[in-house]
């Protein structure tokens, strides 16, 4: 603008106005730069696809070129592919590996504490992949009370209580991993175990305003993305045959893929 001329709001033509206030509507906005403490690398939704995670866990390896980094589980890595069981031992055994609880895993521990009203729901969605995965027989022809004490017997030691003790979220930096999200209408100590686990209606559609960018399975998309703090990894396994995981380091995000069959 020239010296001498002036600046008359009202003036301006609705269009222009318009422009004005997104502009600084958009300003206001944080960037969602994901700036985790140090290179991070995010497994996707397994779902029991074990060939699938040990293809991703030596592309990681080859990836990282002999460098620290976090590996963080987004959880959900049971049912309704073929080997939940081999899954969960591998990843116990991993040194250092951060996995997150799923709302698969809540469902099979809600199982093992109430098996007539949690039952049901678990093995519609897969959990009776799971159950023929560690050796349990008959599914059909047994009790459910009797069905979760055959599964409880045939946990490996301390499996159980390894499951009931994974967190559900992880932070480093401003990059916080969760299985289906944060509601964000919340700060991070203020989130519901049910948003995070099974997700809430508002996560996808409403920017965040605190500066976290979130990285998230549950939610299957047709390929990996990064949108408005989200980075969404969760692209189908165990249907697609396609396992995704992200390497999150100073503001830039990348995919790595591994397509079964």
Request: hydrophobic residues 40%.
């Amino acid at each position: 603008m020239g010296i001498g001329r002036t600046f008359d709001f009202f003036t301006i033509s609705l269009k222009q106005a318009t422009r004005m206030i997104s502009f600084f509507k958009k300003s206001a906005t944080p960037e969602y730069r994901p700036e985790p403490l140090r290179p991070t690398y995010v497994i996707g939704d397994i779902h029991g696809c074990i060939d699938a995670l040990n293809k991703m866990l030596e592309k990681i390896k080859l990836d990282s070129n002999g460098e620290d980094f976090d590996l963080v589980i987004i959880g959900d890595m049971i049912d309704r592919g073929p080997e939940s069981a081999t899954v969960l031992a591998r990843l116990m055994a991993l040194p250092n590996a951060i996995c997150l609880k799923g709302n698969h895993e809540q469902m099979a521990l809600d199982f093992l504490d109430d098996p007539i009203t949690a039952g049901p729901r678990w093995i519609r969605n897969g959990g009776d992949a799971t159950l023929l995965s560690f050796g349990v027989p008959q599914i059909g022809a047994m009790r459910m009370d009797d069905l979760a004490q055959t599964f409880r017997k045939a946990l490996p030691s301390g499996m159980e209580n390894w499951l009931r003790q994974l967190p559900h979220f992880w932070q480093s930096g401003n990059l916080v991993a969760a299985h289906a999200g944060l509601d964000p209408r919340h700060t991070l100590i203020e989130q519901n175990d049910n948003a995070v686990l099974w997700g809430q209606s508002k996560f996808r559609d409403r920017p965040r305003t605190d500066g976290l960018c979130v990285v998230h399975g549950h939610w299957v998309v047709p390929a990996a993305c990064v949108k408005q703090g989200r980075i969404a990894i969760d692209t189908g396994a165990w249907r697609t045959g396609c396992l995704t995981a992200a390497c999150i380091e100073k503001t830039r995000v990348r995919f790595i893929e591994v397509k079964m069959g």
